[in-house]
């Protein structure tokens, strides 16, 4: 794998994660309870996600999902509701409460972390499009276990630097912004997850 190779992966990654989704929203919404150990929780869970579904494709699940009706079914069901869930979550919470239970940041952390982990987990269109992507910047002529491993930690710290930029402007919105505007916030975040809920319950695979 050449350098060229590499910086070419990143580009592309970064023109797909830098538009909102699941865990960007998150991120977004974590950062609004200016608690980074919260935030940061939450971009380790979805890091950690990135590592799992490219370890999937590097031992072949990718293909198993694509090739079975009900495996993604399954799947992406459990993520849509899973994201409807989520939004009514942010809808209804407090704007002091939003993604964090302030008097229990341990567990607040906690959750965060499983929540990121989860939306990115249970949504079959990352493992599809890892399936898709990464075989593209493999080279069959080298060992490829070290070349998955480095494009997954590459993938993994491209998402946290996102993520932090999202938690950021989140934590600005908080200082910025009153009760009310961080409200509309919430709900402005738990639209963009119905509507993420809506478009993955209408995906149909390509071979589909």
Same mark, same amino acid.
């Given at each position: ?9 990143? *580009? ?20 609004? /309870? ?23 494709? /590097? ?10 009706? &009900? ?15 989520? *939004? ?20 607040? *952390? ?23 992507? &990464? ?38 919105? /908080? ?32 071979? *589909?």
């Amino acid at each position: 794998m050449t350098f060229s190779t590499i910086c070419l992966y990143l *580009a592309a990654c970064f023109a797909v994660t830098i538009i909102p989704g699941p865990t960007m929203l998150l991120a977004l919404a974590n950062g609004t /309870a200016r608690n980074w150990r919260i935030a940061g929780m939450g971009m380790l869970g979805a890091a950690l996600s990135d590592l799992i579904l490219i370890g999937a494709v /590097a031992i072949g699940l990718g293909a198993v999902l694509a090739a079975s009706e &009900l495996f993604f079914s399954i799947i992406k069901w459990v993520g849509v509701v899973y994201l409807l869930w989520l *939004a009514i979550q942010l809808w209804r919470h407090k704007p002091t409460s939003l993604g964090a239970n302030i008097n229990n940041p341990s567990s607040s *952390a906690i959750k965060a972390f499983r929540r990121s982990l989860l939306v990115a987990l249970s949504n079959p269109k990352g493992l599809l499009f890892f399936s898709a992507f &990464l075989p593209q910047f493999i080279n069959t002529s080298e060992p490829q276990t070290i070349q998955y491993i480095t494009l997954a930690i590459l993938t993994a710290t491209l998402d946290i630097t996102i993520m932090a930029c999202y938690a950021s402007g989140g934590a600005q919105a /908080a200082r910025l912004l009153t009760a009310k505007g961080l409200t509309k916030l919430n709900r402005a975040c738990a639209s963009s997850l119905i509507s993420l809920a809506v478009f993955l319950a209408l995906y149909k695979k390509a071979n *589909a």
